[in-house]
Nanobody, 125 residues
Framework: QVQLEESGGGLVQPGASLRLSCRVS????????MGWFRRKPGKDNEFVAA????????RYAPSVKARFAIGRDEAKNAIYLQMNDLRSEDTATYYC??????????????????WGPGTQVTVSS
C-alpha cells in the first residue's frame, strides 16, 4: 500500500511563495498519476494540479494556472507544488493524492486512490 506524506505548509503573507512536497513510500512514483487537491473549511475537495506518471501531461485549475507549478522528483520519489503570488483565497489544507490509472490525468478527487494526511497553508497579512 503506497503511503503519501506532505510537507512545506505554513503561514505566509499575500504575495509570498511556498513549496509543498509529497514523499511517496511503499511504491514507485512512476506507477502513479499524482495530484494536488485542497480543502477549505466547510467545502469539498478542490482540484489544484495533476501530473502524469511520465511527467509530460500536466493539468491545473484555472485559479492557479499562472501561479502554481507541479513537478516530479524521481530521485526523491516525490512530487512538489511550487506556489507563487499566494492569495488569501489559497488558504486551505493541501493534500497530495495518487491515481493508479495512468492513461489519463484526472481532476476528480473520487478518482484518486491514496491520500496523504495534508498540510495547512495559511495566507494572511
Amino acid at each position: 500500500q503506497v503511503q503519501l506524506e506532505e510537507s512545506g505548509g505554513g503561514l505566509v503573507q499575500p504575495g509570498a511563495s511556498l513549496r509543498l512536497s509529497c514523499r511517496v513510500s511503499g511504491g514507485a512514483l512512476s506507477s502513479y498519476t499524482m495530484g494536488w487537491f485542497r480543502r477549505k473549511p466547510g467545502k469539498d475537495n478542490e482540484f489544484v494540479a495533476a501530473i502524469s506518471y511520465h511527467g509530460s501531461v500536466i493539468r491545473y485549475a484555472p485559479s492557479v494556472k499562472a501561479r502554481f507549478a507541479i513537478g516530479r522528483d524521481e530521485a526523491k520519489n516525490a512530487i512538489y507544488l511550487q506556489m507563487n503570488d499566494l492569495r488569501s483565497e489559497d488558504t486551505a489544507t493541501y493534500y497530495c493524492a495518487a491515481d493508479r490509472t495512468l492513461h489519463v490525468v484526472r481532476t476528480s478527487s473520487s478518482d484518486y486512490d491514496n491520500w496523504g494526511p495534508g498540510t495547512q497553508v495559511t495566507v494572511s497579512s
